[in-house]
C-alpha cells in the first residue's frame, strides 16, 4: 500500500510542478520560528489530502525544512513526521481514521520525552490554502476552501495555483507540554484538539469575514439612530425634504464605501508582483510573525504605516496578502478617486476619504459610522496618521482624526480588542521624489490624474530595495488600561481624558514607526556624504564613516527593532553606484577617489536621510558637544544634552526617556572611545585627533536642527512679547536667509511646521509666561548652550538676519 500511496504522489508531483508555485509563509520559516532543526519535527495537517500533501513537501524541501516523507528515528524507535487531524475526501483511508492514529503517535512521542531528558520535538501546525476568497454575506456557503474532491482540487490548481499558500504555524513545545501538563493519554487528546481549534483560526486569519453585501451594509447604516438625526439635522438646517437629505447621505456612502472584490485583489496581486520586479530589487519584510499572531488571536487590526509614496498603500495590501494575511480597507484621500484609478482602488479595498470635515456633520458622521461598522464585522483597516504623503522623508506631526474615531470605536460596541500596528515603509528610491523637491521649492501640487499616473510609469526602473518592518503594537485598550484607567467608567461620548489619549496614542505610533526604522546602503551613505559641508568624502574616508556608523548602530542599538544592514560598507557603497540616477558620483584625482553628489542631488539626498535621522540625533548631539566644546566633563555634557534634547524628542519621535539619558549617553560615549574618535581621562572627554573629521560627520548630523532652534531663540531674546504666529514667521524668513548664505540644501530647514513643532515644545517646556511672553532666565541657558555649539560665522548670519526681519512686515 505504502508503495502504491508513493507512486501516487510521485504521478500528482508531476502536473502540480507546473501548474502551483512555492508559496511559503513565512519565507523562512526557520529563522522566523525560531526552529531548531537538530531536534525533531511533526508536522500536523488539518486533514488528509494527496494533492495537499505533494505541495506541502515540496514547500518544506523548499526552505530546508526536514522531509515529511521520512520517519523521526529517536533513539532506534521510527515514529511518522507528520500527523493529519480529520479524515478528508481521499482515496487511500485509513482503517483506525486519522484522528486516533494522530493521538497515539503524540502519545508515543511524549512517552520519548519521559525517557529522554534532551528531547524536544516540535510540532509544526502546517496547512495549504487553495484560494483566499472570504465568500460574500448574501451567499449561503462559505467557499469550498478544503475538503475538495479529485476533480475540484484539478479545478482549483489550474485556477488558484499561483495563488496556493502553505502556511506554517508558530512550533508547539512537546517538551514544554510534558513539563507543564505531563504526558499521558488525555495530553495528547487536548494537543489534538488545540490543533484543530489552530486551523479554524488560521482560516479565518487568512480570508477574513465574508465580504458585505454592499447594499444591505448602506441600508442598515441608514437605519442607525445617529445618522437618521445628522439626516434630520441636514433637511432642517437647509431646508430641503427629508427624502432628499436621505438622498445625500446615499450618496455620500457611495462615494466614501469600498467595494471589494476577490477576483480584482488576484488580478491585482499578479499586477504588483510585475510591479515590484520592475522596480526594485526585492522587498524586504520584518516582524510578520507580530500581526499573523494578533490575528490568530482574533483582534480587529489597525494598520498604521508612515507615508512616504503612493507606492505605500499597494505595497503593504501586497506583503500581507503574501504574509498569509488579509488585504485590509483603507483609507484613500478623495484626490485618488479618478478613472481608472479609483474603480480599482475601490474594488481593491480602499474606502474614501474628503481632506476635511469641518462643518459638514453630515459626512462626518456618516463616515464615522461608516468606519465603526468596518470594525465591528472584523474587517482590518489601514489608515495613514500623517494625512498626506512627508515631503522631506520625515514623519509629519500626526492628524488624529481618524484615531479619535477608532477609539470611538473601541468606546461604542467594539467587542474584539482593536490593536494598532504601526509599520515602517522605506525605500532607496521614492518614485515621487523630484516632485517632493518641486513643491518644497514652492511649486503647486499637481493634481493626481490618470496623465500623471502614465508618467510616472514611464519612469519605471531600477529603484533599489523596498522595506517593510512591522513595529511594536499598541492594543488600545491595554494601553488605556495603564494610562486613563478611567476610560472603562466613562458614558459621555468625549470625555475629559478622550483627547488626552488620542493625542497620546498618536504619538506613540510616531515613535513605534521610527522603533523600526530600516537602514539601507542609500540613506546611510547620503547621511555620510551630507555631512560634508561640500557632499563630497574620498573613497576611504566615506567608507570609514559607514563602518563608523554600521558598528555604532550594532554595539548601543536605538531599538531592538532597527535593521541595520549587514553587508560590508565596500558593497554597500557599490550598491548605491547601481542605481540609476540617484547622482552618486565618483572622480579620481592624483589622491585617490572622491565620492560626490551631483548638485541637484543633494536636496533629493536628504529625503533619504530624514528617513533615520532620528537614530542620529543623539549621539550627534554629544559628538557635536564635544567637537565644539574640544574638553568638556561627563557632568558639563549631560546638562547641555538634557537641555537641548527634549527638543530633539519631540520633533523627531525619539523613544528614549529623559530619565535614561543618564545611561544611554554613557554607553554612547565609550563606543566614541572604542572607536578612537574622542579620548576619556578621568571624568574629562576631548577630541581624539586620529578621529576628528569622523567625529566631525557624527556632529553635522544634528548641525541644521540646533541652528533653526538659535534663530527661534535669538528671535525670542531680541523680542521677548512677540506673538507666536509672528515669531513662527520670522523665524521662517531668517531660516530662508541663513540657507542662502551658507549653502544649506535641506528642504525642511525653513519648513514653518518645523518652527510651529519647536514653539509648542518650548511651551510645554515652560518657556513662555501665561502672558506668552519669554521667559529669559531659561532661553539664556539653552542659548549659552548653542553659542558653544554653533559656528561664529552661522551665529553672526543670524543675528544680522534678525536686524534686518524688524523691516518685514508678518501677518500676525
Known amino acids: 500500500m505504502a508503495s502504491f500511496l508513493n507512486l501516487y504522489r510521485a504521478l500528482l508531483e508531476i502536473p502540480l510542478s507546473f501548474l502551483v508555485k512555492n508559496n511559503p509563509i513565512p519565507s523562512h520559516p526557520i529563522e522566523e520560528l525560531k526552529l531548531d532543526i537538530t531536534q525533531p519535527i511533526v508536522y500536523v495537517l488539518p486533514y488528509t489530502s494527496q494533492t495537499d500533501f505533494v505541495i506541502f513537501r515540496k514547500n518544506c524541501l523548499s526552505v530546508g525544512l526536514p522531509d515529511p516523507i521520512e520517519t523521526n528515528d529517536i533513539h532506534g524507535k521510527q515514529l511518522p513526521r507528520y500527523v493529519y487531524l480529520d479524515d478528508g475526501r481521499q482515496f487511500f483511508k485509513s482503517k483506525k481514521g486519522p484522528k486516533k492514529e494522530t493521538e497515539k503517535v503524540f502519545y508515543h512521542y511524549f512517552e520519548l520525552h519521559n525517557a529522554y531528558a534532551d528531547l524536544d520535538v516540535q510540532v509544526i501546525p502546517v496547512s495549504v490554502l487553495w484560494g483566499r476568497s472570504p465568500g460574500k454575506e448574501d451567499k449561503g456557503k462559505l467557499p469550498k476552501l478544503r475538503l475538495l474532491n479529485g476533480i475540484q482540487k484539478t479545478i482549483a490548481a489550474i485556477w488558484f495555483g499561483r495563488d496556493t499558500f502553505v502556511r506554517f504555524s508558530q512550533a508547539v ?3 514544554y507540554m510534558v513539563t507543564e501538563h505531563g504526558a499521558d493519554v488525555s495530553i495528547a487528546q487536548k494537543l489534538a484538539r488545540i490543533a484543530r481549534m489552530h486551523f479554524s483560526k488560521q482560516r479565518l486569519s487568512a480570508t477574513g469575514p465574508r465580504l458585505p453585501n454592499r447594499q444591505a451594509m448602506f441600508n442598515k447604516l441608514l437605519q442607525s439612530p445617529v445618522i437618521l438625526e445628522a439626516i434630520a439635522d441636514e433637511a432642517k438646517s437647509k431646508n430641503m425634504s427629508q427624502a432628499r437629505a436621505r438622498q445625500e447621505a446615499e450618496k455620500i456612502l457611495k462615494e466614501i464605501a469600498a467595494d471589494v472584490s476577490y477576483e480584482n485583489l488576484r488580478v491585482l496581486d499578479r499586477l504588483l508582483r510585475w510591479l515590484w520586479n520592475k522596480l526594485y530589487q526585492g522587498i524586504s519584510v520584518e516582524n510578520a510573525d507580530r500581526v499573523r499572531q494578533l490575528a490568530l488571536e482574533g483582534h480587529e487590526i489597525v494598520y498604521v504605516p508612515c507615508h512616504r509614496s503612493h507606492i505605500d498603500y499597494l505595497l503593504l495590501s501586497y506583503v500581507l496578502y503574501h504574509q498569509g494575511l488579509v488585504p485590509p480597507h483603507i483609507a484613500a484621500g478623495i484626490n485618488l478617486d479618478f478613472w481608472p484609478a479609483g474603480p480599482i482602488f475601490r474594488r481593491s479595498g480602499a474606502f474614501f476619504i474628503r481632506r476635511t470635515f469641518k462643518g459638514n456633520r453630515l459626512y462626518s458622521t456618516i463616515f464615522r459610522e461608516y468606519l465603526g461598522e468596518l470594525f465591528h464585522r472584523g474587517y482590518s483597516v489601514e489608515y495613514f496618521i500623517e494625512g498626506g504623503r512627508s515631503r522631506t522623508g520625515r514623519l509629519l506631526t500626526p492628524k488624529t482624526g481618524m484615531m479619535s474615531m477608532t477609539l470611538q470605536a473601541l468606546q461604542q460596541r467594539q467587542t474584539r480588542p482593536i490593536t494598532v500596528v504601526p509599520v515602517y515603509i522605506g525605500y532607496e528610491h521614492v518614485l515621487e521624489v523630484d516632485t517632493y523637491a518641486k513643491e518644497l521649492r514652492g511649486a503647486a501640487k499637481e493634481k493626481e490624474n490618470a496623465g500623471l499616473v502614465l508618467r510616472v ?241 557624527w556632529a553635522s548630523a544634528v548641525r541644521e536642527i540646533l541652528q533653526r532652534y538659535r534663530i527661534t531663540i535669538s528671535i525670542l531674546q531680541y523680542q521677548p512679547d512677540i506673538a507666536r504666529a509672528a515669531l513662527e514667521k520670522q523665524s521662517q524668513f531668517v531660516a530662508q536667509r541663513l540657507s542662502v548664505l551658507h549653502g544649506i540644501n535641506a528642504p525642511e530647514f525653513f519648513d514653518k511646521a518645523v518652527f510651529v513643532g519647536f514653539t509648542t515644545s518650548l511651551k510645554e517646556k515652560g518657556y513662555f509666561d501665561e502672558a506668552g511672553h519669554a521667559v529669559l532666565e531659561k532661553l539664556n541657558v539653552l542659548s549659552d548652550i548653542l553659542n558653544h555649539i554653533i559656528s561664529a560665522e552661522v551665529n553672526l548670519t543670524i543675528r544680522s538676519a534678525i536686524e534686518k526681519s524688524e523691516e518685514i512686515p508678518t501677518e500676525e
Open 173 to 175: 513545545s512537546m517538551r
Open 457 to 697: 510609469i514611464k519612469k519605471l526602473r531600477n529603484l533599489g530595495k523596498g522595506y517593510v518592518n512591522f513595529a511594536e503594537p499598541i492594543t488600545l485598550s491595554n494601553y488605556l488600561n495603564e494610562h486613563y484607567p478611567e476610560w472603562k467608567n466613562t458614558v459621555e461620548e468625549k470625555p475629559v481624558w478622550f483627547n488626552k489619549a488620542v493625542d497620546s496614542i498618536s504619538t506613540q505610533v510616531m515613535v513605534n514607526i521610527n522603533n523600526a526604522a530600516a537602514i539601507n546602503a542609500m540613506n546611510l551613505t547620503g547621511m555620510a556624504l551630507l555631512s560634508s559641508r561640500q557632499r563630497a568624502l574620498s573613497r576611504e574616508q566615506l567608507l570609514e564613516q559607514l563602518q563608523s556608523y554600521q558598528e555604532f548602530l550594532q554595539n548601543v542599538p536605538y531599538s531592538s527593532d532597527v535593521i541595520v544592514p549587514s553587508e560590508s560598507p565596500e558593497d554597500m557603497l557599490k550598491h548605491v553606484l547601481s542605481l540609476e540616477r540617484m547622482g552618486v558620483l565618483i572622480e579620481k584625482d592624483n589622491f585617490g577617489e572622491l565620492v560626490h553628489l551631483e548638485r541637484n542631488s543633494a536636496v533629493l539626498m536628504t529625503y533619504y536621510r530624514n528617513n533615520i535621522q532620528h537614530l542620529f540625533a543623539l549621539p550627534s548631539l554629544v559628538a557635536s558637544i564635544v567637537l565644539h566644546y574640544e574638553q568638556v566633563t561627563k557632568t558639563e555634557l549631560l546638562r547641555a544634552v538634557k537641555a537641548i534634547y527634549p527638543f530633539l524628542k519631540n520633533e523627531l519621535f525619539i523613544h528614549i526617556l529623559e530619565e535614561s539619558l543618564d545611561d544611554v549617553v554613557e554607553k554612547m560615549i565609550v563606543e566614541f572611545h572604542r572607536q578612537q574618535i574622542i579620548d576619556i581621562e578621568n571624568d574629562l572627554l576631548s577630541i581624539n585627533d586620529k578621529g576628528i573629521r569622523t567625529l566631525q560627520l
